[in-house]
Structure formats: structure tokens, C-alpha cells
């Protein structure tokens, strides 16, 4: 049984969002979940579903800004642009680190 389950809590940690956030994402059916008792379990194909890929660390705007050394809403305009890749997660973006790594390779001189 390799299949990792993941509690809200656990899940709202590695998205960087409040873990009444996980709970809405659950009741729009925007991430799949069980349902055990009262308890709400997910996958780890569930989360991975929601972000598209792999589970790998995810980044939030302010972690990349800090990184770089930049203001936040210029990463944000760098996603919006298309040159940094990001996972849109209700209202938030985050970014895969794999995709962060990649970035930072591309924009080698």
C-alpha cells in the first residue's frame, strides 16, 4: 500500500493556504476527497490532479520574490507573461519547483 493520504491540515501546508481553503476547495469539487466519518481524507492522485502533476515543492509569489530578490507583483507579472509556469489553485498561483528551477536555467547569460 503505497498510497499516501493526506489529512487538511497536511494538505493546506503544502499549498501555503489556510486549511479552510482546502475545506472549500473540497465543497466546490475542485479537489477530490474522501469522506470518513466526518473526517475528510485525500490522495495523493487527488493533489496531484489539483496541481498538475507530480507532487514536488510548491512555491508560493512571495517565496520566488524573496529568492530573487524581487517585488511580488513582478513575479506575478513574469507568470502572466508566460516565462515562469505556475499552478493556479483558486485564487492563488503557486510554483513547482521543478518549473522554478527551470526558470532560473532558462534565464542563464
Request: hydrophobic share 45%; no cysteine; aromatic share 10%.
Amino acid at each position: 500500500m503505497n498510497q499516501r493520504i493526506y489529512t487538511i491540515e497536511e494538505i493546506a501546508e503544502i499549498l501555503k493556504v489556510h486549511r479552510t481553503y482546502v475545506a472549500s476547495l473540497i465543497a466546490e469539487d475542485k479537489l477530490s476527497a474522501l469522506k470518513i466519518g466526518r473526517f475528510y481524507r485525500i490522495k495523493q492522485e487527488y493533489l496531484e490532479e489539483l496541481i498538475g502533476g507530480k507532487l514536488v515543492a510548491l512555491l508560493s509569489l512571495d517565496d520566488v520574490a524573496e529568492t530573487l530578490k524581487i517585488h511580488r507583483t513582478y513575479v506575478a507579472r513574469l507568470i502572466k507573461q508566460k516565462k515562469l509556469k505556475a499552478v493556479r489553485i483558486g485564487k492563488f498561483y503557486r510554483i513547482r519547483e521543478d518549473e522554478f528551477n527551470a526558470f532560473l536555467k532558462e534565464s542563464e547569460v
